[in-house]
């Protein structure tokens, strides 16, 4: 559930190898993601993660990569088995279609004081802000041809540290809404919407906590109307 690349050290290689198979050098390769030179060589080196956005802007330059591969490394480099055609490499921009892209809700949550990380709920009720993601990129998360249920959160504290960390970003699939597995989800809790850790206990109860331990815990009933599990955090993207 992390935007961490697996086993990144092996990222610039795979970025390597895509530019022989583009028969592109690294400097056009960079400018078509929308980058600097010297950014792109960090990317490269693997001495940076790249962010989101340059790893959307290049499967868009090239909607033949396989995006499970640019980001893992798993399976091959091409969706498909032929190889790329050379006159059909500068098809798509960096900006790419704005059909490829689902525009998700952003809210955005704070950390007054120091306190845990929440949104109030009219904040909640009433979003104007969206921020558009790859559908290419979001399929590897969500287990679904509809993104329509999603939606983003930014966070200002440190309530969820190191996993979601201040200034990050998270993705929320509210199709899941039961905690059958350990993860991160963001609840309703009286007049604030806040993220969890949530843990069943006997007798309908659940135990609301963070990663950070500065934070105490909260104990809940399951049928409690002043609560309701809104969706499980999916991905992150943190600061670099």
């Not at 592109?24 to 600097?36: D, F, M, R, V």
């Not at 790249?50 to 399976?75: I, R």
């Not at 845990?116 to 009219?122: A, S, T």
Request: glycine share 6%; charged share 25%.
């Amino acid at each position: 559930m992390s935007s961490k690349i697996t086993k990144n050290l092996g990222f610039g290689e795979r970025l390597k190898k895509i530019e022989s198979e583009l028969g592109i050098s690294p400097s056009e390769l960079a400018n078509a993601c929308g980058c600097s030179r010297s950014t792109y060589y960090r990317y490269r080196t693997g001495k940076t993660k790249p962010t989101v956005e340059f790893l959307e802007n290049l499967l868009n330059y090239e909607n033949e990569l396989n995006a499970e591969y640019l980001l893992n490394g798993n399976g091959s480099l091409k969706k498909e088995t032929k190889l790329f055609k050379k006159q059909n490499k500068h098809k798509s921009s960096p900006d790419g279609n704005a059909k490829d892209f689902y525009n998700f809700p952003l809210f955005r949550m704070s950390s007054l004081n120091g306190e845990q990380d929440k949104l109030n709920i009219e904040s909640w009720q009433d979003t104007k802000e969206h921020i558009p993601i790859s559908k290419m990129f979001l399929k590897l998360f969500i287990d679904s041809k509809n993104f329509e249920n999603a939606f983003t959160m930014t966070v200002e504290g440190d309530s969820m540290a190191p996993e979601v960390t201040p200034g990050g970003i998270v993705l929320v699939d509210n199709k899941q809404v039961v905690p059958v597995t350990d993860g991160i989800f963001v609840v309703r809790y009286d007049n604030y919407v806040r993220m969890n850790l949530i843990q069943p206990m006997p007798g309908h109860k659940l135990i609301l906590s963070t990663l950070n331990q500065k934070f105490a815990s909260i104990i809940v009933e399951k049928k409690y109307k002043g609560f309701q599990i809104l969706g499980r955090i999916v991905w992150t993207a943190n600061p670099i």
